[in-house]
């Protein structure tokens, strides 16, 4: 059973390299993937499926900077927040606003699997993991 997984995991990662377009996520190329699968149905398809969209969503969280904000947000620091992750990250990056009201004040910053945080809640948990 492991080599079937590792077998459906190796098709999906050359998958994942043919749907990239100068090392960006080709929507048309996703698509064509997906058409790929249901017309060629290799071995495990649901197997290849699922692991090339952990494949594909991992990619496309890394352009999405989820700022989570206690207070109101404006459109001009959304703005500044995106182009300074487009800047560290060189890709292009889009930042979503969500309400989160256990921040008490300040912003936190996902993109990917990094997170930024700028918070009273963030720094009341690090004082009290120092104590």
Same mark, same amino acid.
């Given at each position: 059973?492991?080599? &079937?997984? &590792? ?11 043919? $749907? ?5 996520? $080709? ?40 700022? !989570? ?5 404006? !459109? ?23 309400? !989160? ?23 009341? !948990?690090?004082? $009290?993991?120092?104590?």
């Amino acid at each position: 059973m492991a080599s &079937k997984a &590792k077998t459906a995991q190796h098709l999906a990662r050359a998958l994942f390299r043919a $749907s990239l377009v100068g090392g960006a996520l $080709s929507e048309e190329r996703v698509g064509g993937v997906i058409a790929y699968i249901e017309k060629a149905r290799p071995a495990n398809p649901l197997w290849v499926l699922r692991a090339y969209h952990r494949l594909v969503a991992n990619e496309v969280a890394k352009g999405v900077a989820v700022v !989570e904000h206690a207070g109101a947000v404006g !459109e001009a620091t959304l703005a500044s927040i995106a182009g300074a992750m487009a800047k560290k990250y060189s890709r292009p990056v889009r930042a979503v606003p969500r309400d !989160e009201p256990s921040l008490v004040a300040g912003i936190r910053v996902r993109i990917g699997d990094d997170v930024y945080e700028s918070s009273i809640a963030g720094q009341l !948990e690090a004082l $009290s993991g120092a104590a």
